[in-house]
């Protein structure tokens, strides 16, 4: 069993940038790949970015892809998202999630996929 724990959220003026981490538990995090999603009101949950276990393999939503960076640390138990150029649609809870399929190198962008999720941090982008 992973625990997820989300922090970096708040409010930032469009065109700022944020930098979201996600600290787990568990001696499953590093071999497992991570993602991040979110959700604004009223809409589905949706796929922003993902992290293969190793690192080496990386996928983004086309939304976000060129100002969002995904990254982890192993040894730290810890994935973060670095969000630059930030937009108003960029508003929304932002949650980690891993999935429980070891030193697999696919990166998925779908939820189903995914067996641990955090709590959400708020995002707030203000235009």
């Known amino acids: 069993q992973v625990q997820l724990v989300e922090s970096g959220g708040g409010l930032v003026q469009a065109g700022g940038s944020l930098r979201l981490s996600c600290a787990a538990s568990?001696?499953?995090?590093?071999?497992?790949?991570m993602g991040w999603f979110r959700q604004a009101p009223g809409k589905e949950r949706e796929f922003v970015a993902g992290i293969s276990w190793s690192g080496g393999r990386t996928a983004y939503a086309p939304s976000v892809k060129g100002r969002f960076t995904i990254s982890r640390d192993n040894a730290k138990n810890t994935v973060f998202l670095q969000m630059n150029s930030l937009k108003s649609e960029d508003t929304g809870v932002y949650h980690c999630?891993?999935?429980?399929?070891?030193?697999?190198?696919?990166?998925?962008?779908?939820?189903?996929?995914?067996?641990?999720w955090g709590q959400g941090t708020q995002v707030t982008v203000s235009s």
């Open positions: 568990g001696r499953t995090f590093s071999s497992n790949s």
């Open positions: 999630a891993g999935r429980d399929s070891p030193y697999s190198s696919t990166v998925s962008p779908n939820r189903d996929d995914y067996a641990w």
